[in-house]
């Protein structure tokens, strides 16, 4: 049983700084793509940033250059550091990993297997 664990989140004004970082228990692996969804007061939850095994990342255009994704394989942690927030970024971040064939540590064709975290709330407001 794989178990993903957030934190991290809470209250910053705009343009602060916010780390937010998720342990994940079970088995996770390198073959397991790891990243960070959110999910905006009334919208629905898309992905901000993914991250392989080989360390390729991939950022939705909206924090591409603020936000760094990062992965510590050993201790089966992945890490979003958020500058410049802005209002816009606030929402429920929910940690994710997922993998699928070739089973390697690059991006899977197809997803087979997913776990979600329970979410950490990030608020950007003055």
């Known amino acids: 049983q794989v178990q993903l664990v957030e934190s991290g989140g809470g209250l910053v004004q705009p343009g602060g700084s916010l780390r937010l970082s998720c342990a994940a228990s079970?088995?996770?692996?390198?073959?397991?793509?790891m990243g960070w969804y959110r999910q905006a007061p009334g919208k629905q939850r898309d992905v901000v940033a993914g991250i392989t095994g080989g360390g390729d990342t991939t950022y939705v255009d909206s924090v591409q250059g603020r936000f760094t994704i990062s992965r510590d394989n050993a201790r089966n942690t992945v890490y979003l550091q958020m500058n410049s927030l802005k209002p816009e970024d606030t929402g429920v971040y929910y940690c994710?990993?997922?993998?699928?064939?070739?089973?390697?540590?690059?991006?899977?064709?197809?997803?087979?297997?997913?776990?979600w975290g329970q979410g950490t709330p990030v608020t950007v407001s003055s």
């Open positions: 994710y990993a997922a993998r699928g064939p070739p089973y390697g540590d690059s991006w899977p064709d197809k997803i087979e297997d997913e776990y």
């Open positions: 079970g088995s996770i692996t390198s073959i397991y793509v």
